[in-house]
């Protein structure tokens, strides 16, 4: 049996040890073996049972005492099925097992036989026996009414006074110096922080790639671009937003490695940057080939300065430039791009001739002609209606996208034997609706597609949005749904469509999305990465009687209830409680929430509920500073944002010294 998320090699550990793995993968609802295993290893915990670690019969006596402590706890079913964690579990989650023949646990599951290091658990998550090795003993540590510590210890975290913060806050800076692994993370989590001071950033990206993500002030910008160190210049250049075109060319110009100038060239093109004409004539110039090429890509490339480049001595920077210079060239020149003695310069030169002039079969069978021309170029009936007929498949999807395509030979496509070249003829802009819907298409509406064009450029005209509201394809209708504003009756029928997307889509984008609608698709949906609040945060989202909603059996309903403007604290507090780890997670996210609740729902069984619960202000200091010196939760507890302004001082003054300290 494979053992999810922990590979092989886990699931060999347990077969060794005698142990039947019972269920592989899943969450189990009781609390992460993380915050259980404290109990046994904590500097506070004392050893139920300890055996000495020269014993001759140490591996039996541990095995022994283990099983007779966990028979009296509870921790072994009426069924001996019991959860276990390991050294050595990657899973990073509870095994539920059962004991086979010739079960051995202290002999196996450990760093070597006879010093074990496990946790095992009873299913409900009330009690607890660990093994842990000692320099001289090997402990056993039992533990019952797990639930009933785990209250009284979130109450007691929650009842800190100010004097109690301030310890707590002091103490994350005393003892052991942070490791290079902590710094890392605290450096993660900082810039990630929305709190995170800005002038703070500019001083993490050493060690964080997230830092540059912010918008950092034009002195620190101008002293990033210009660090000693390549790889924070390219990194800047890369990420950093809002860099200006006098700052591009700083760090262009100012680079004296030739490769390194072609990357910094490259990445502005990327980014659509517009350059200063005489920036862009001094890269038209520059005496490496590589940097000419990508100079011609750069966004807003001056006519003449293109037209220098498509005369290149250089075949890879003419075929760079042809596309930008082609506007400009007189015939003369455009005749010399045709006629090149590169084959790519011919082939694109080609292409942009024929945008306005017919391209026969004849040119396009024995020239440097590529299938990508059918897409874009003015054909002869020739050369479209035998591609049509008798192209390849790359050729006939080209043509399918043709614009300029006869309508003849649109229905001859809109019949072809592939499924895909009937798809995108079906998604045509100069279709009648009739057309539309007689053109048999398979739609997969688990597939994700981007909006149609040119619907989108249709989105400000409320009588084509009308007519494409009611076409038999669903990605013109989803397309229709992305548009902000929408005449009422289109709204109307948007929001009862039968694919369901349409609705979210319209959840998403559209002001007038109704009410109703809004709220059916909260009961399936959770937010996207590009629309995350959405539908709840959508302005006509219903926010009255939602309490109502409090007992309600779907637990996607039940959460509505914390939105209701009169919802309570009390209510924060009953639904952190919750059977569902949705309600839970809702819940951990509300402003209202307790500090005993977040402490409480710190050690919940689901990863996204704690790490909610991490990032709570409320959170109280004694545990996120533990946070802070955890390997696992160093930089969701840096992220969260009730850190102290001068903490987060504190913390970079310990980054910045170690980056000094190894330099």
């Given at each position: 049996?494979?053992?999810?998320?922990?590979?092989?090699e886990s699931a060999e550990l347990l077969e060794r040890a005698g142990l039947s793995i019972v269920r592989d993968g899943g969450i189990e609802e009781v609390p992460p073996p993380s915050a259980v295993r404290r109990h046994v290893v904590a500097w506070e915990a004392e050893p139920t049972v300890a055996v000495a670690a020269d014993r001759p019969d140490l591996v039996a006596e541990v095995n022994a005492q283990w099983h007779r402590l966990a028979s009296e706890a509870g921790v072994l079913g009426e069924d001996g099925v019991f959860l276990i964690d390991f050294a050595g579990n990657r899973s990073g989650r509870w095994v539920r097992v059962r004991l086979a023949d010739g079960w051995d646990l202290a002999g196996v599951l450990g760093e070597r036989s006879g010093q074990p290091e496990f946790v095992t658990l009873s299913l409900d998550g009330g009690a607890l026996v660990g093994a842990t090795t000692e320099e001289y003993d090997v402990w056993l540590v039992a533990v019952d009414r797990l639930r009933e510590r785990q209250e009284e210890a979130a109450r007691a975290a929650a009842e800190e006074t100010p004097e109690d913060r301030a310890a707590a806050w002091e103490a994350l800076f005393s003892g052991p110096r942070p490791t290079e692994r902590l710094l890392d993370a605290w450096a993660r989590g900082l810039s990630l922080n929305s709190a995170t001071p800005a002038e703070l950033c500019p001083l993490l990206v050493e060690r964080s790639d997230?830092?540059?993500?912010?918008?950092?002030?034009?002195?620190?910008?101008?002293a990033l671009l210009a660090h000693p160190d390549w790889r924070i210049?390219?990194?800047?250049?890369?990420?950093?937003?809002?860099?200006?075109?006098?700052?591009?060319?700083?760090?262009?110009?100012?680079?004296?490695?030739?490769g390194r100038r072609g990357i910094l060239v490259l990445l502005a093109a990327e980014r659509r940057t517009e350059l200063s004409e005489d920036t862009c004539r001094r890269l038209a110039a520059d005496p490496d080939r590589r940097i000419r090429a990508e100079a011609a890509r750069l966004k807003g490339l001056p006519g003449a300065v293109a037209v220098e480049l498509a005369g290149d001595p250089d075949g890879g920077v003419r075929y760079a430039a042809c596309e930008a210079a082609w506007p400009h060239l007189d015939a003369s020149a455009r005749e010399a791009l045709m006629t090149d003695s590169e084959t790519k310069v011919r082939a694109v030169a080609l292409r942009l001739h024929h945008r306005e002039h017919p391209l026969s079969r004849s040119v396009y069978e024995t020239g440097p002609v590529q299938p990508r021309a059918l897409e874009s170029c003015l054909l002869e009936r020739d050369l479209a209606a035998h591609m049509a007929r008798h192209g390849q498949y790359g050729e006939r999807r080209s043509l399918a996208r043709n614009p300029r395509l006869d309508a003849d030979l649109v229905a001859l496509l809109g019949d072809d034997p592939d499924a895909d070249i009937r798809f995108l003829v079906s998604t045509r802009h100069d279709l009648t609706e009739e057309q539309r819907a007689g053109i048999r298409i398979d739609f997969d509406p688990e597939v994700h597609h981007f909006p149609l064009d040119w619907v989108v450029a249709l989105h400000h005209d409320h009588d084509a949005m009308r007519r494409l509201a009611a076409s038999s394809h669903p990605l013109v209708r989803r397309s229709v749904a992305r548009a902000r504003r929408l005449p009422p009756d289109v709204v109307e029928r948007l929001a009862r469509d039968e694919d369901r997307v349409v609705q979210l889509f319209l959840a998403e984008s559209c002001d007038d999305a109704p009410a109703d609608m809004l709220l059916r698709v909260a009961q399936w949906w959770t937010g996207s990465p590009t629309s995350p609040d959405r539908p709840h945060s959508h302005p006509n989202f219903p926010r009255e009687n939602l309490l109502r909603y409090a007992d309600d059996p779907d637990p996607r309903m039940r959460r509505l209830a914390l939105d209701a403007p009169e919802s309570t604290p009390e209510l924060v507090e009953r639904l952190s409680r919750d059977p569902s780890d949705e309600v839970r997670y809702r819940a951990a996210a509300d402003p209202r929430l307790s500090p005993a609740a977040a402490a409480r729902?710190?050690?919940?069984?689901?990863?996204?509920?704690?790490?909610?619960?991490?990032?709570?202000?409320?959170?109280?200091?004694?545990?996120?500073?533990?946070?802070?010196?955890?390997?696992?939760?160093?930089?969701?507890?840096?992220?969260?944002?009730?850190?102290?302004?001068?903490?987060?001082?504190r913390m970079v003054e310990r980054i910045r010294g170690a980056a000094k300290d190894e330099g």
């Open positions: 049996m494979g053992f999810t998320g922990g590979g092989d997230y830092a540059m993500y912010r918008s950092m002030p034009t002195e620190a910008v101008d210049r390219k990194r800047t250049a890369d990420e950093q937003p809002g860099i200006t075109p006098e700052q591009w060319a700083r760090v262009i110009l100012g680079e004296p490695d030739a729902l710190l050690e919940d069984p689901h990863d996204d509920v704690r790490h909610c619960a991490a990032l709570h202000p409320n959170l109280p200091v004694r545990l996120l500073t533990r946070l802070l010196r955890s390997a696992d939760g160093a930089e969701t507890g840096a992220r969260n944002p009730a850190l102290p302004v001068e903490v987060m001082h």
